[in-house]
Structures are given as structure tokens and as C-alpha cells.
């Protein structure tokens, strides 16, 4: 078979880091970078996906990874609808099932879905004919924004092989730290995570995660530091004394970002909370690659969007 | 066909664009991946070589651009698109090693336009195989290589094959 196949990506719906593989990250990655060329014509648009439907399914609040997702179905040419929770039939107590159904009853192609229940995406697929993407799903994963953090990474760091990787704030919560753990061990990176005890569970080490408590250690030597935002909203309980306690032994400062590899970069996937993860000087240096895993995430999501969609509509068996 | 054949093909395939091109530096060439590419460079070389011009070589990649793309079994892998001049107002030379149903053509000019509205569009193949599916035909024909439409016409390049020739082999299998 010629080269320009990619029998590497067969999955119908893009659910998790956990159920690829390396080759098939790597797919994506490529694709991606082929991708991003067009958000850079002055025509910023490829026909691929004309007549075909996706429909963002939004049960959380989101700017940027709807948009996103928006941007990436538009520049590939595919239709796309809108779906919020304040705007839908659910606040009038439809079930998710049925919502779904009805959506679909509008011959969708893809449902781009978020949800505050882990597994919410998982549940959809299982009933649904389009190709669901997992867009965030509770405290469990978040593929898309992993693959723009791991395109951002080899943009800067061209390999993953030996890199030590930092990434600190609320794990617990936080279904960004579980995809870019499964995709940077999946990739032979080093991967720290590091906050308070209360937020930073020891059975992460079982998928070969470094625990460590306090920041300086965990900042020694890495190359690329991934702050991540004190989710208020999903902490039920108090997980630690006060944001002023949080803020003099978890914000990433200039002092502190010293002790890191002189190239390293830092990364957030947003929203910023500055003054409190990271100071508000180090997110706007020269270092900071924060604003350019935004734009990244479009080719991402047009990638993934490509390889879904593409090709003949097989059986929603796998 | 081998390595001299189409040595002196892409000589006299020059000497036609630099007879029909009066203003070169409205010139641009564009390859399609993946041996136009490298037909499209050499081409680029034998101008310098000849009028002390220099071309500037773009590469289109069609993948994005075709028009089975529901039909296929596998997506394609997409490439990247590497055109670093402006095309608007340009003479753009397409450059291509087999014309066949004319269909990559037709997606290759939809990608051309996309990037801006060249003054002319030509045509150079290395092969014309015939069975074409489209009203497209080639400016420039290295060669007109008649053929049964199962057929594969392969045309191999040193850059990418180690080696030069141009082979017609029965498909086998399935």
C-alpha cells in the first residue's frame, strides 16, 4: 500500500487518549501540521467536509474549545450547529438519550460533546450512528485538548522521547492531567505532576506518573512546565486552607520558573486564573506558548475532524 | 523508458515553456506531490541553467481538494501544501508525472484558486495515459503512453525511488 494511506487511524469515535496508540497519536500530529497551513491563507477555508453536519453538544460552559471546534468544522467546509444547555430542551427535563435521538434525527455526521458526567460521550456513542467527540467529560478525559498540547510540545521540543514534563495544579479534577498523562507515557516523556496532597492522588503513579508535593522539585530540570487552573467549581469539599496558602506554595513565579530547564515553556490550557497558578508576567513572556496552543487547537480539530469523517461510512461497531 | 529518455524529455519540455513564456519572472512552477515535486524542481534547474532565471518551486498537496472523498475505504494522509510566493496575477506551471482521468488536475486547479487568481494556468505531464474523465488536457506532453485503463503507469524518480524510469506493470492481486 502507498504511503499516502493512513491505515493507522480506524477509530469511529475519538473518546480518549487511553484507547490509542502511538502510531495513531502520531497520525494525528501529522495531520494536524498539514492542517495548519490553511488557518494561514488569506482564504482560510478546503471544501473536505462539505455536506457534512457536526454538531457542537455543549452541557458545560465553554469558550475556546467550542469555538474551536467551530472554527476547525468551518474551515473544513462542514455545517455546524450550535447546541447549549441554557438554549436546550434538557432545562425542560428531556433525558440526554432523548436529545441525542432528536438531534440525530436531523442526520448529524458528528456530535462534538461536553459533559460534567465522565462518561457522558461514552454513553452516547453506545446508542448513536455519528461519530461522537469527547470535547471534555467531567473529571475523566479530554483528547483534543492533549493533542494540541502534544503538537504545541513538538512545535517547541521536536520529540517527547527523555522530556521532563511538569504539570501541577488540581489533578484530581482535572481531565486534562489524565489525557496528557496517557498521551505523554504513551509518547516516552517524563511526566511530574505536583500540587497539594489533597489534589494530587498517589494511584496516579500506576499509569507511570512521578508524584511530587512540593513545586520546586517538581520544576528541577523540566522542559516544559503545564499549569493548570484551581477548579472551584468541581471541588465539593475544601481541598486545601485558603487560595492564599495555595497561591505562596503552587503559583508558578519568576523565581521559581528559574529552577526549570533554561528553554522551557509553559503552558496552560486555560482559563488563567493569574496571580494564583502563575504569576501574571510569566503568562504573557516570551516563554509562555500559551496562546499558541489556541491556535493550534483548530489544526488539531480539523484533524480529527478529517480522519473521522473520512472515508465510507463504516458500522458503528468499534 | 529510462533515466536519458526522460533526461532529454524534460530538456525539450523546457525549451516548449521558455518559448511559450515570454515574461519568466511572471513564471512560477507548482508540483503536485509527490514526484511533481521533484520533475517541477528540475525543471526549475534546467531554466537557471539555460536563461539565469530563477523560478520559485511551490508544492500542492490535493488531498483536501478530492472529489471521492466519501467513496474511499481509508482517508488519504494529508501533506502540506508548501506555496511561499503569491499565485495571484502569476503564470503557474502545474507539473505532474501521469495524467489520467484528469480528476487530481481538477482538484489541483480548486486548491490553485483557493490561494489566490493566477493570470494563467498551464499544464506540464511527464506521461499522458489516456481514459480521461474531465474536458483537461496537458500543455506540455513528455510523453503519450497509450494504455488498457487497468494498467498502473509508474513513474519512478531518483529523488524519491533511487532510480529513473518509467514503467508499465499489470496490477496485481485481488
Known amino acids: 500500500m502507498s504511503p499516502e494511506f493512513s491505515p493507522q487511524?480506524?477509530?469511529?469515535?475519538?473518546?480518549?487518549?487511553?484507547?490509542?496508540?502511538?502510531?495513531?497519536?502520531?497520525?494525528?500530529?501529522?495531520?494536524?501540521?498539514?492542517?495548519?497551513?490553511?488557518?494561514?491563507?488569506?482564504?482560510?477555508?478546503?471544501?473536505?467536509?462539505?455536506?457534512?453536519?457536526?454538531?457542537?453538544?455543549?452541557?458545560?460552559?465553554?469558550?475556546?474549545?467550542?469555538?474551536?471546534?467551530?472554527?476547525?468544522?468551518?474551515?473544513?467546509?462542514?455545517?455546524i450547529v450550535n447546541f447549549s444547555l441554557q438554549a436546550s430542551s434538557v432545562v425542560k427535563g428531556e433525558s440526554l438519550k432523548d436529545t441525542v435521538r432528536n438531534l440525530e434525527a436531523m442526520a448529524t455526521d458528528a456530535l462534538v460533546v461536553r459533559h460534567s458526567c465522565s462518561g457522558a460521550p461514552h454513553y452516547i456513542a453506545s446508542f448513536c450512528r455519528s461519530h461522537v467527540i469527547n470535547a471534555g467529560d467531567g473529571s475523566h478525559e479530554h483528547p483534543t485538548q492533549a493533542l494540541l498540547d502534544a503538537f504545541t510540545i513538538r512545535q517547541f521540543k521536536k520529540r517527547f522521547k527523555g522530556l521532563k514534563v511538569a504539570i501541577v495544579g488540581d489533578i484530581l479534577h482535572s481531565r486534562v492531567a489524565r489525557s496528557n498523562l496517557y498521551l505523554l507515557r504513551k509518547l516516552g516523556a517524563e511526566v511530574v505532576l505536583c500540587g497539594p496532597p489533597?489534589?494530587?492522588?498517589?494511584?496516579?503513579?500506576?499509569?507511570?506518573?512521578?508524584i511530587e508535593y512540593k513545586l520546586e522539585?517538581?520544576?528541577?530540570?523540566?522542559?516544559?512546565?503545564?499549569?493548570?487552573?484551581?477548579?472551584?467549581?468541581?471541588?465539593?469539599?475544601?481541598?486545601?486552607?485558603?487560595?492564599?496558602?495555595?497561591?505562596?506554595?503552587?503559583?508558578?513565579?519568576?523565581?521559581?520558573?528559574?529552577?526549570?530547564?533554561?528553554?522551557?515553556?509553559?503552558?496552560?490550557?486555560?482559563?488563567?486564573?493569574?496571580?494564583?497558578?502563575?504569576?501574571?508576567?510569566?503568562?504573557?513572556?516570551?516563554?509562555?506558548?500559551?496562546?499558541?496552543?489556541?491556535?493550534?487547537?483548530?489544526a488539531v480539530r480539523m484533524a480529527v475532524l478529517y480522519l473521522l469523517l473520512g472515508g465510507k461510512e463504516r458500522e458503528a461497531a468499534d | 523508458?529510462?533515466?536519458?529518455?526522460?533526461?532529454?524529455?524534460?530538456?525539450?519540455?523546457?525549451?516548449?515553456?521558455?518559448?511559450?513564456?515570454?515574461?519568466?519572472?511572471?513564471?512560477?512552477?507548482?508540483?503536485?506531490?509527490?514526484?511533481?515535486?521533484?520533475?517541477?524542481?528540475?525543471?526549475?534547474?534546467?531554466?537557471?541553467?539555460?536563461?539565469?532565471?530563477?523560478i520559485p518551486v511551490g508544492v500542492l498537496d490535493i488531498t483536501l481538494y478530492r472529489d471521492d472523498f466519501s467513496e474511499l475505504e481509508t482517508q488519504h494522509m494529508v501533506q502540506k501544501t508548501e506555496i511561499p510566493f503569491p499565485v495571484a496575477k502569476k503564470d503557474v506551471l502545474l507539473v505532474d508525472d501521469v495524467l489520467f482521468t484528469g480528476r487530481t488536475i481538477r482538484a489541483?486547479?480548486?486548491?490553485?484558486?483557493?490561494?489566490?487568481?493566477?493570470?494563467?494556468?498551464?499544464?506540464?505531464?511527464?506521461?499522458?495515459?489516456?481514459?480521461?474523465?474531465?474536458?483537461?488536457?496537458?500543455?506540455?506532453?513528455?510523453?503519450?503512453?497509450?494504455?488498457?485503463?487497468?494498467?498502473?503507469?509508474?513513474?519512478?524518480?531518483?529523488?524519491?525511488?533511487?532510480?529513473?524510469?518509467?514503467?508499465?506493470t499489470e496490477p496485481t492481486g485481488k
Not at chain 1, 489533597?198 to 512521578?210: D, H, I, N, T
Not at chain 2, 507548482?30 to 534547474?45: D, E, F, N, Q
Request: aromatic residues 6%; charged residues 30%.
Open chain 1, 9 to 79: 487511524f480506524r477509530h469511529y469515535h475519538l473518546l480518549g487518549i487511553e484507547e490509542l496508540d502511538a502510531a495513531e497519536i502520531m497520525t494525528i500530529l501529522d495531520t494536524a501540521a498539514s492542517m495548519a497551513e490553511i488557518s494561514e491563507r488569506e482564504i482560510k477555508k478546503v471544501p473536505t467536509l462539505r455536506g457534512k453536519t457536526v454538531v457542537n453538544l455543549f452541557f458545560e460552559p465553554s469558550t475556546r474549545t467550542r469555538s474551536s471546534f467551530e472554527l476547525a468544522a468551518k474551515r473544513l467546509s462542514a455545517d
Open chain 1, 217 to 298: 522539585e517538581a520544576l528541577a530540570g523540566a522542559d516544559v512546565i503545564m499549569m493548570l487552573r484551581i477548579q472551584r467549581e468541581r471541588q465539593k469539599a475544601n481541598f486545601f486552607p485558603s487560595v492564599r496558602e495555595y497561591r505562596n506554595l503552587y503559583c508558578l513565579t519568576e523565581a521559581r520558573f528559574k529552577l526549570a530547564k533554561k528553554d522551557a515553556i509553559i503552558m496552560h490550557p486555560g482559563p488563567i486564573n493569574r496571580g494564583i497558578e502563575i504569576d501574571s508576567g510569566l503568562a504573557d513572556s516570551v516563554q509562555s506558548v500559551i496562546l499558541k496552543q489556541v491556535a493550534n487547537g483548530i
Open chain 2, 1 to 54: 523508458m529510462d533515466a536519458t529518455k526522460i533526461r532529454r524529455v524534460l530538456h525539450r519540455l523546457t525549451t516548449e515553456i521558455l518559448e511559450r513564456n515570454r515574461n519568466l519572472k511572471n513564471l512560477v512552477i507548482v508540483g503536485l506531490r509527490t514526484r511533481g515535486i521533484y520533475l517541477g524542481k528540475r525543471i526549475a534547474a534546467l531554466i537557471k541553467e539555460l536563461e539565469r532565471v530563477e
Open chain 2, 108 to 168: 489541483a486547479m480548486d486548491g490553485l484558486f483557493d490561494l489566490g487568481r493566477p493570470k494563467t494556468i498551464q499544464l506540464l505531464v511527464l506521461i499522458d495515459r489516456g481514459h480521461r474523465e474531465l474536458p483537461i488536457r496537458a500543455d506540455y506532453v513528455g510523453k503519450v503512453l497509450p494504455t488498457s485503463r487497468k494498467e498502473l503507469v509508474q513513474v519512478r524518480l531518483k529523488e524519491v525511488d533511487g532510480t529513473d524510469e518509467v514503467l508499465i
Open chain 1, 198 to 210: 489533597s489534589l494530587v492522588p498517589s494511584e496516579f503513579s500506576f499509569w507511570g506518573a512521578k
